[in-house]
């Protein structure tokens, strides 16, 4: 099977420029991926934005360029700034068609080499938590639900279920978080994406409408586009080893390992970059003022959260949270 080509991430004004920059150094960190495509997908003003999308830092694109990064128009035709997760779907035609590939949101930090990564069969990060969907009291069920959800673009819901859990266990079910994903050919799978986002949005079937869609949605649809491509469950150490999806900055110093934390400030500190995210908040109080190095003490001296919202929590209380 073919290993990763191409490397597909969004980025546009405010704090993901940062966070692009910062995946971009951690991903060239390791010479094992210099040889890897990096292609940044730049929103750009248009109808479906109230404002300029666009990277608004130069020296953020000087140094995008720098470590090799192709910055690339993405014109949205359909989601836009109302939902910012669901540009993605339409970037994936931004890479060269029939080359794998691996998406990226940019709150990730790479922190070892994923050029050996197996694009294909598709799969996604199981760093997941029971987000979506909510089961109601009076039902439907979730094997009602998801049910409803596979048979609405004919596929078969039957080989993608894990039979350890029990049919009223999320976990049963194909769920994916959409920080990350692979697949064999970006047009196929954007495709696929953006159709089913569309059909769910506009017409919806019956067993959803007690279901929140937004911001869901992406992450409602990939297992459903994982599954009609014929991808299963995999490890792959993207959700180990090699990368962290921290959302929140201060979450690789509270739970990331020694080595992400060195990763961070390794690249961060770096000469020619430094000052560059020195003159963004949480950066600057996180890694340049050194309280990620203390809310890193605290948090050690308690038991460790499980799930986001605990974590999050934790962070906030020990009065570090910042994004």
Excluded at 20 to 31: E, K, M, Q, T, V
Excluded at 176 to 182: D, I, L, V
Excluded at 226 to 247: C, F, N, P, Q
Aim: hydrophobic share 40%.
């Amino acid at each position: 099977m073919a290993t990763i080509r191409n490397i597909l991430i969004v980025a546009q004004d405010g704090r993901l420029q940062y966070e692009a920059l910062l995946f971009a150094a951690s991903l060239r960190h390791f010479p094992e991926n210099r040889d890897l495509r990096l292609v940044v997908a730049e929103p750009q003003p248009g109808p479906l934005w109230s404002g300029d999308p666009r990277i608004s830092r130069p020296a953020i694109r000087r140094e995008l360029r720098a470590l090799g990064a192709d910055i690339v128009p993405l014109h949205c035709k359909h989601f836009g700034a109302r939902y910012p997760q669901g540009n993605k779907l339409e970037a994936l035609a931004l890479l060269p068609a029939n080359e794998p590939f691996a998406f990226f949101d940019t709150d990730t930090l790479i922190t070892g080499p994923i050029a050996d990564v197996v694009a294909g069969p598709p799969t996604a990060s199981q760093l997941v938590e029971p987000t979506w969907p909510r089961e109601p009291l009076y039902g439907p069920s979730l094997a009602e639900i998801w049910g409803a959800l596979f048979n609405r673009f004919g596929l078969d819901m039957t080989p993608t279920l894990d039979t350890r859990f029990r049919p009223d266990d999320w976990r049963r079910y194909l769920y994916f978080n959409a920080g990350w994903f692979t697949g064999d050919c970006p047009h196929q799978m954007g495709e696929h994406l953006l159709h089913y986002a569309q059909s769910l949005e506009r017409d919806p079937p019956p067993e959803l409408a007690t279901q929140v869609l937004f911001p869901w949605l992406d992450q409602i649809v990939l297992p459903l586009v994982i599954a009609a491509e014929g991808g299963v469950r995999r490890e792959t150490g993207l959700d180990a080893a090699k990368s962290l999806h921290y959302r929140a900055l201060p979450e690789i110093y509270a739970f990331g390992s020694d080595h992400a934390v060195t990763v961070l400030e390794t690249v961060t500190r770096a000469p020619h970059l430094w000052d560059i995210f020195n003159q963004y908040v949480s950066f600057r109080r996180m890694v340049f003022k050194e309280n990620g190095r203390a809310l890193r003490q605290i948090i050690a001296a308690k038991p460790k959260p499980l799930t986001y919202s605990a974590r999050k929590a934790a962070i906030m209380n020990a009065g570090h949270w910042v994004r």
